[in-house]
């Protein structure tokens, strides 16, 4: 077979039991015959060819500098490279049977989405997620701010790719029994992790310390462990415990936690009674495991860790909870080591005591029985065999036929008088007042889509300007099978409403009179919709041109996500007798979000939207449009108004709404939830560090470098607008630092005035 794995960890930087994962089953794969490839980012792109089976792709992170990775947090733009690396060396190299993709951060969040949306992309492969411990339980158990961007958007992307991926494979049962509390329906294989032992003469030496290995997280139990061992040393006691790994930040006391553990536990360090130690080479790693008395692995949320596995390899005795893999390694207590229960009071305690009172002989024996266990549980051919089998398996399931969603709502049953249009047709509807500038730049756009069966709908909303009128008699005689419908202004709903029933099609979309498309958007979605039966509207990224050249990189209609803002533009391609059935515009919402209504009413219905991850529209940015012009209070009211036509989806997700809300701020309002925001809660697209020329007793000005503008918005492009006025004038620099934005509100009227 032709394997690819995705991961963000590998040698010569582990970073953790991933990238061991990885090193040692892409080799062994390849050993076996099959075609292996590991893709990887790196702080450089490279190809290695490591063997005739084998080769690793580094790439990069993040080296592309496009608008569109501009809009993305770190993560999510990661995920999009990966994607637009194993799209080019399939193109070069032809798709792999299987793509195994590592659960931690959803690096296959966009692999999985262009997999689903496009028909000639890996069609023939399937897709493994490897649940190695998904960042969403991560945090939960490691007692973070979960709803805080971008934590609660990574794990978004993660459940999205377990809910979409052709199989799951994880290493213990516990990992698999809590990932079914949140995806009951889904089935799970567990194989145990593989290892290759390379310091065969390193055995254990029965020492007298007790080691713990693994980075210092709260998850890891390593300060309830600890709290357990400082009773002991009140009482005189004298077992050291050594506890070797990096640390991390716990995010209850805003500081690391290795900092609070040895701020704590100063009187022991200091007695020698506890140390801490930094991680450290394998070879040094192993000796130190050797060395020590026993090893602990006190958990209180663990997979199958690497450290026991090595640990149990060596011949060293166990001390370990029973909450993870770890418990299922060393078995019924007292067989492969001794096994506590973080539930039970004072059962870790207890375990201590009866480890520290074993004899050299009895922890030898203990440590004989687990050696003999783990390396026939995590045999190299053993592990291959069932590896080979799973994904045989795996590589002959068919393809899904539903496009999945999260947070799914049941379909409701359409109005029996609604008509569901000509079959493959699209209606285009163009809603026309008072753009007579820029309505033939759009009719241009229009006519080299490649898409064939479609009519073009001109709902004429009462425009009264002579050139807007000239410009549709324009359109009569250069495209004359373009319907024109005139009608009494009565605003951009209402016109839209009039284009729907107008229409003929089975598929109906909006194009704005001053915007534009790619000549294959409406083929891409229709190509969606035609797939996917649970699907009802399809849209894609926006490409903003004239007053900004930003990118808006927006996600597919989840809840309760869409509840905070509005995720996609009218441009959608929308299956008539949905949008009719359940997502009119209403004239309570005419002094704007109209769309936005509309498209929660379809969610609401069970009615599902489909973001397309590419700027395939392109959109106008003008001082006067509606949504620029819109005055705050409005927008209060229409957000009033949105929570009052539906109570029972903003009821449902109350609590989660209040937390977001409370997390971060209203920035999700305007910008990009996979960013971390700063206070203000408002995004900008980053300025391009410029000097101006001024008079010569001015000198020189450096106008608003990259780092210090990158992450601010005031009300978007409006701010942007402004900043043009400023660079006209060539006199003032402009500092917006974070939050800082009312510093800035003197210069830009004083730029005002001086332009006028």
């Known amino acids: 077979m032709k394997i690819w794995y995705i991961t963000s960890e590998f040698p010569p930087s582990y970073g953790g039991g991933v990238g061991m994962y990885v090193d040692i089953i892409s080799r062994l794969m390849s050993e076996a015959g099959h075609q292996v ?57 032809g798709e792999p049977d299987i793509i195994e993709a590592q659960d931690y951060n959803a690096l296959a969040y966009y692999i999985i989405q262009y997999r689903l949306l496009e028909q000639d992309f890996l069609r023939g492969t399937r897709i493994v997620v490897h649940l190695h411990t998904p960042t969403y339980e991560l945090a939960r158990i490691n007692r973070e701010a979960e709803y805080v961007f971008p934590i609660y958007w990574i ?12 199989a799951l494979v994880t290493q213990s049962e516990f990992l698999k029994e809590n990932i079914l509390r949140t995806f009951p329906e889904k089935e799970i294989t567990v194989i145990r992790l593989p290892y290759e032992y390379k310091e065969e003469a390193v055995r254990y030496e029965c020492g007298d310390y007790l080691l713990y290995t693994g980075r210092l997280e709260y998850r890891k139990g390593i300060m309830q462990f600890i709290n357990q061992m400082v009773p002991l040393w009140e009482r005189g006691n ?36 506890l140390e801490f130690k930094n991680t450290v080479p394998p070879d040094e790693f192993n000796r130190i495991v050797a060395r020590a008395r026993g090893i602990v692995i006190p958990s209180i949320y663990e997979n199958f860790p690497y450290t026991c596995v090595i640990s149990m390899w060596q011949g060293c005795p166990m001390l370990v909870s029973k909450q993870g893999g770890q418990g299922e390694m060393v078995g019924d207590d007292g067989k492969r080591g001794l096994v506590f229960d973080w539930d039970i009071e004072g059962d870790c305690t207890k375990k201590i005591e009866d480890f520290l009172a074993l004899t050299e002989p009895q922890l030898r024996e203990l440590g004989k029985q687990g050696q003999s ?15 080979e089998a799973f994904l045989a398996q795996v590589k002959e399931q068919p393809l899904r036929k539903a496009f999945p969603v999260l947070n799914a709502r049941k379909a409701s049953k359409l109005p029996t008088d609604v008509e569901k249009g000509e079959k493959g047709l699209l209606s ?10 820029t309505i033939m730049e759009t009719m241009e756009s229009l006519a080299q889509i490649d898409y064939e069966r479609y009519e073009t709908i001109i709902v004429n909303d009462g425009s009264t300007d002579r050139k807007s009128l000239d410009r549709l008699e324009e359109i009569r005689e250069k495209y004359p099978r373009v319907r024109i419908e005139s009608i009494p202004n009565g605003g951009l709903a209402n016109a839209r409403n009039v284009g729907s029933l107008l229409a003929r099609g089975e598929y109906i979309s909006f ?12 083929r891409r979605c229709i190509d969606v919709l035609e797939r996917y039966e649970n699907v009802s509207f399809v849209y894609s990224w926006l490409q903003y041109f004239e007053g900004s050249d930003g990118v808006w990189t927006t996600f597919n209609t989840e809840l309760p996500y869409m509840l905070l ?12 007798a949905d949008f009719v059935g359940f997502g009119l515009n209403r004239r309570e919402m005419e002094y704007g979000m109209e769309d936005y209504d509309g498209w929660l009413s379809m969610v609401q219905n069970g009615r599902n939207g489909v973001c397309i991850p590419e700027p395939l529209c392109y959109y106008r940015v003008r001082k006067e449009s509606m949504t620029r012009v819109m005055s705050n209070t409005a927008r209060m009211y229409l957000y009033k108004t949105l929570e009052e036509r539906h109570k029972d989806l903003y009821e449902e997700y109350g609590g989660e709404i209040y937390n977001l809300v409370n997390a971060n701020g209203p920035g999700y309002l305007w910008g990009n939830q996979t960013w971390v925001q700063p206070r203000f809660g408002h995004i900008i697209e980053a300025a391009p560090k410029v000097e101006l020329p001024v008079s010569s007793d001015e000198g020189k000005v450096e106008l608003i470098p990259d780092t210090t503008y990158e992450q601010l918005k005031w009300e978007n492009d409006i701010l942007k607008s402004e900043l043009e006025v400023i660079r006209a004038t060539k006199f003032y620099k402009l500092h917006l630092i974070y939050g800082k934005i009312l510093d800035a509100l003197p210069i830009i009227n004083k730029a005002r005035n001086r332009k006028r």
């Open 37 to 93: 490839v590991v893709f990887v980012r790196d702080e450089q792109d490279k190809e290695e060819r490591v063997n005739k089976n084998l080769s690793y792709v580094r790439f990069e992170a993040n080296g592309n500098k496009s608008k569109a990775y501009q809009r993305m947090g770190y993560w999510t733009a990661l995920s999009y490279q990966y994607y637009e690396v194993v799209r080019e060396y399939a193109g070069r190299n």
């Open 428 to 437: 285009v509807i163009i809603c026309y007042y008072n753009l007579g500038d």
């Open 511 to 522: 194009l704005d009179a001053d915007d534009m498309i790619e000549a294959g958007y409406y």
């Open 565 to 576: 803002g509005n995720m996609l533009a009218a441009f959608a391609v929308v299956r008539k």
């Open 373 to 387: 266990y783990i390396r026939e549980l995590c045999a190299a051919d053993r592990n291959v065999r069932a590896r």
């Open 155 to 166: 794990g978004r992307m993660e459940k999205f790719c377990i809910e979409s991926a052709d």
């Open 238 to 273: 004298r077992t050291k415990l050594v506890a070797l790994g990096g640390d991390t930040y716990f995010s209850p006391k805003d500081r690391n936690l290795g900092e609070i553990l040895k701020e704590k536990n100063q009187k022991w360090i200091e007695e020698g009674l």
